[in-house]
């Protein structure tokens, strides 16, 4: 006599292009070995012009996927093609986290809640500022800029070398968030209590322009949200000029959090092992 029952396994994906450099597998597969799930978390490359099908896929069930992380340049697609977005990620137009509800594609967007979260962490009493530098008004600036927002920081002054984009990002969130051309750098950061670099800007050591901290209030805390390499030449500046600095990584880690617990039914903690697994393969 056969055995009927089926071991129920969940399986989840993260779906990007490229997605060769997702770290996503590693942070998954480390918390699915330390709960013992019978679980997957894997890595899938999908065109834009998949990624449709691909969700289509997802929801009829023929994927035989739970849900999953879409990273770039899938993010907005995911948004627009999910039934179910939360506020977050309608109010951003983009969705990082996706799963199945009685057969209904749902999505949130957890790039902001990773970034807080880090902050929380790392330099506690953060959001006890007022004001806030970000630099940059890209996708990810849209998600700093609404979870501070959320947080309560009352002036948002967001710096881009595009203007227009500032604008638009500016527009998008009313009052406290303001937009400024590179130019205005020093002047909006006088008294300021953070500041975020969502910009490439130093990425892989790349060189980054010298930025003058000083005009920022004693205690302010400088982070960015380029994690490679952990100290970036703008942290490495920030620190050298005596300011805290929070690396990027913590955000990486963090946005993963409310997905695996969707998926998998666990909620999981970032710690030193994994952020040291995330490393050493950096
Ligand atoms: P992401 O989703 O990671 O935020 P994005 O939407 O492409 O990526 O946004 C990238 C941001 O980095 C933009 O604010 C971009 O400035 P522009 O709007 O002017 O393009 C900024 N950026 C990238 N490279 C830059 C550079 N060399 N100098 C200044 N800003 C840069």
């Avoid at 899938?74 to 977050?88: G, M, T, V």
């Avoid at 060189?207 to 920022?216: G, L, Q, R």
Wanted: glycine residues 10%; hydrophobic residues 40%; aromatic residues 8%.
């Amino acid at each position: 006599m056969s055995d009927s029952r089926e071991t129920f396994v969940n399986h989840a994906f993260v779906a990007g292009y490229p997605i060769k450099h997702s770290r996503s597998p590693l942070i998954h597969g480390y918390w699915l070995k330390q709960f013992k799930i019978a679980g997957t978390y894997r890595a899938y490359e999908v065109t834009p012009e998949a990624f449709p099908n691909f969700m289509r896929e997802l929801k009829d069930g023929t994927a035989g996927l739970c849900g999953g992380n879409v990273t770039i340049p899938h993010k907005e697609a995911a948004f627009r093609l999910s039934d179910r977005p939360d506020e977050l990620s309608a109010e951003l137009g983009a969705a990082n986290t996706l799963w199945l509800e009685d057969g209904a594609i749902c999505a949130t967007n957890t790039d902001g809640r990773g970034f807080v979260a880090n902050l929380d962490e790392r330099a506690a009493g953060w959001d006890r500022i007022s004001t806030a530098v970000v630099l940059g008004a890209g996708g990810a600036s849209r998600a700093v800029t609404q979870a501070i927002r959320d947080r309560g920081v009352k002036t948002i002054h967001v710096v881009n070398r595009t203007i227009e984009k500032a604008r638009e990002l500016a527009d998008r969130f009313g009052t406290p968030v303001h937009a400024h051309p590179m130019t205005a750098l020093a002047e909006v950061m006088s008294g300021a209590g953070l500041f975020v670099n969502t910009t490439s800007l130093g990425m892989d050591g790349e060189t980054a322009p010298m930025i003058d901290f000083s005009p920022m209030a004693r205690e302010a805390v400088v982070t960015d949200i380029v994690y490679v390499p952990l100290k970036t030449p703008l942290l490495a500046q920030a620190e050298a000029q005596g300011f805290r600095i929070v690396d990027g990584l913590g955000m990486l880690l963090h946005q993963a959090v409310p997905g695996f617990e969707k998926w998998f039914g666990r909620r999981p903690v970032v710690d030193e092992t994994l952020r040291q697994i995330i490393i050493r393969d950096m």
